[in-house]
């Protein structure tokens, strides 16, 4: 019963979060987003790690929740755009699907072959990004946002490779 309605959540928390999230102003997104990622990638943008992207643009989406966002490096602080006229890579995917790559239960290569996550554009600055996300030691995050991911990533993970219940009778089915 309680993976039932963990599986519930997992499969339909993008539905429920898409227009809510919707509501909130693009400069709002913007400035969350950059305070997050000014958090998580100091010590990174600190060391020079993200000079690949200065002067470039890469363009985050979660399809699911209908939002992206425009990242880029300038003056070595990474700024959110909520708009950008060109953008030189793209990555794209489910809510789900990106949160089991930040959390450390998922290859992006994997994703890319299966076709769950889109990387789009400028292939060498594409991998440069994936490369240096897959570098990064999550164990350095701060805790506010270590733990809930790490908890949220693991919940996705475990419903996902539970067996799915049958229509009749509770019996778990059985893939052929």
Known sequence: MLLQLQRR??????????HPLKLVPRALQSRVMETL??????????????????????????TDLDLCWFITLQ???????????????????????LLLIAGRKEDPDALFFQRRLKIEGDTELGLEVKNLLDSLDMSALPALIKYPLADLAELVCRVRSAPQQGAA????????
């Open 9 to 18: 959540l997992v499969e339909q928390a993008p539905h429920f979060l898409r």
């Open 75 to 97: 003056e070595g602080v990474l700024k959110v755009a909520p708009e950008c006229a060109e953008i030189d890579v793209s990555f794209s995917g489910e809510a789900n699907d």
């Open 37 to 62: 990622l000014a958090k998580v990638f100091h010590e990174a943008i600190v060391e020079g790690d993200f000079d690949f992207l200065a002067g470039r643009w890469l363009k985050v989406a979660v």
């Open 169 to 176: 009778g509770g019996e778990p089915s059985v893939a052929p």
